[in-house]
């Protein structure tokens, strides 16, 4: 299993840019890697996904390094409503570890 | 209506009592997923189906059943299930093919087991 580590909590003020950072050592050569937001008493929602490099769409950008050992999830100008659980997953359709959410990252954007 | 529907959003049962979670998935994927979330926990997978067949059981006890009679509807069928059994019920779904790992998520029941 492709054991993911982000920070358990992240505070920011309203405008900053928000990276969270996301350790995967062991990501094997076929994984992806996902990032899902979650609100309370809601089911998690896709933001971003990626293989190697950077990949930007109109809600994150992720950034991977050439190791692929970590990747980070960059939210700009972050707003009250960008307050949620962040998750970092990693895995393909062989190994199925995309199913599996770790502890995630609490977000909370301060006014 | 489109996206991955729950139903019901609120349940709550006793410990002798027999109910079903519905889900339906109208996005044409042909996986689908159980999950439990248990308040300040992490998710956790609970079952998948992979083209109607179950492909994973998460070690779950036997008092969870799910079933999926085809690829658009997944039920979590449920009997004599205990007070720590109350938590957020989540489907999901996704198509299973190289590169594309997005999964959708309903907007889950709540159970609470009283």
């Known amino acids: 299993l492709a054991k993911t580590t982000q920070p358990i909590s992240m505070d920011s003020y309203e405008g900053q840019e928000v990276n969270i950072t996301c350790s995967h050592n062991?990501?094997?050569?076929?994984?992806?890697i996902t990032w899902y937001q979650q609100f309370p008493s809601q089911g998690p929602r896709f933001i971003i996904q990626?293989?190697?490099t950077k990949v930007t769409n109109e809600v994150a950008s992720l950034f991977i390094p050439a190791d692929r050992k970590s990747s980070t999830l960059s939210l700009p100008r972050v707003s009250l409503s960008d307050t949620a659980v962040y998750y970092c997953l990693v895995g393909d359709d062989n190994t199925g570890n995309q199913f599996y959410f770790g502890t995630g990252t609490s977000l909370t954007v301060i006014p | 209506e489109t996206g991955v529907t729950q139903t019901p959003r609120h349940l709550v049962m006793g410990m002798t009592n027999k109910k079903s979670l519905k889900c339906e998935q109208h996005?044409?994927?042909?996986?689908m997923y159980w999950y439990k979330q248990s308040a300040k926990k992490p998710l956790e997978l609970m079952f998948v189906?992979?083209?109607?067949?179950?492909?994973e059981n998460n070690s779950v006890p036997s008092r969870f059943s799910p079933e999926c009679p085809n690829s658009s509807h997944l039920f979590l069928h449920l009997h004599t299930l205990q007070p720590e059994d109350s938590a957020l019920y989540l489907c999901?779904?996704?198509?299973?093919?190289?590169?594309?790992?997005?999964?959708?998520f309903g907007p889950g029941t709540r159970l609470t087991v009283t």
């Open positions: 990626g293989y190697k």
């Open positions: 999901a779904s996704s198509h299973l093919r190289q590169g594309t790992y997005e999964q959708y």
């Open positions: 062991n990501i094997a050569t076929n994984d992806y």
């Open positions: 996005l044409g994927h042909n996986a």
């Open positions: 189906y992979n083209f109607k067949e179950q492909t």
